[in-house]
């Protein structure tokens, strides 16, 4: 139903018995994918012996990989002589994805237009499992660098965004999104419970907007809409979100609920 080849919300990708016994599929490409997605989530440049243990293959076999991407651009030394680090090519790939990326064409110019209206920050997270991974951020006055950054992702079952895609999916299938994820809470307000989340979706499904209070972060309020493809499956959502010194839940979703659903009924309708 869902795909299965993420590790956790990391992004990391592991091979699954089905994909191991594909004649067509090549697992040395795949390795070098998981030396690549040993990135995730790192605060430092790694090490051989980092690398070969985050991407789960042997030490000989990551220096083999590491030496190969090196040589191609995609890994370099730190600056420092401490590790590796990725290298500038993969920014080649970052481009081509977010240029020919369909859904992210044409949401761009009602993105801008609706980050003008509300003036907050405004998001598009691409729906990927257990995770939304961020495609477009429009930053407030407020955001620190970390969360700027596109390819930043979130798990689905806490973000306002997740639970706007979650409410277009079945129970079944938002409670197999929920109940396979690493619930570990970001604020002491994190909805971690299965019966809470599904009953938090199922709100969102019946007004047709999600509503999160300080879930990933304190001080945050957030409203989510889903973006749908022709069948009305759900490809990711619009976050729209504020300060709770500055507004109260209730007044910020009156005040943005209407402009995000707008923006995705033009998006949907492109």
Excluded: C
Excluded at 32 to 41: E, G, K, N, W
Excluded at 55 to 68: E, P
Excluded at 130 to 153: C, D, I, N, P, W
């Amino acid at each position: 139903m869902l795909r299965n080849t993420l590790r956790a919300e990391s992004g990391v990708p592991f091979l699954s018995s089905e994909q191991r016994a594909d004649p067509l599929f090549i697992n040395s490409i795949a390795r070098a994918m998981q030396v690549l997605a040993a990135f995730h989530d790192a605060d430092r440049p790694l090490s051989l012996s980092d690398i070969a243990e985050r991407a789960g293959v042997d030490r000989s076999g990551a220096q083999r990989i590491v030496h190969t991407l090196r040589s191609l651009g995609y890994i370099q030394r730190d600056a420092e002589d401490r590790g590796f680090l990725p290298g500038i090519r993969i920014m080649d790939h970052t481009l081509d994805y977010l240029r020919l990326n369909p859904l992210i064409q044409r949401a761009t110019p009602v993105l801008l237009e609706l980050r003008r209206n509300v003036q907050e920050r405004v998001d598009l997270s691409l729906f990927d499992g257990q995770r939304v991974v961020y495609a477009a951020r429009m930053q407030s006055k407020r955001e620190s660098f970390y969360a700027t950054l596109v390819g930043h992702s979130v798990p689905t079952f806490s973000s306002s965004g997740g639970w706007a895609i979650m409410a277009r999916l079945s129970d079944e299938e938002a409670m197999d999104i929920i109940e396979n994820s690493d619930r570990s809470p970001f604020t002491p307000r994190t909805l971690t419970d299965p019966g809470e989340i599904i009953e938090e979706v199922r709100r969102t499904r019946a007004r047709g907007y999600s509503l999160a209070v300080e879930q990933i972060l304190l001080g945050e309020v957030a409203i989510g809409v889903a973006i749908t493809n022709p069948q009305g499956r759900p490809l990711g959502a619009i976050h729209v979100a504020g300060s709770l010194s500055e507004w109260t839940p209730e007044e910020f979703s009156t005040r943005m609920a209407p402009l995000a659903l707008e923006a995705a009924r033009a998006i949907n309708h492109y």
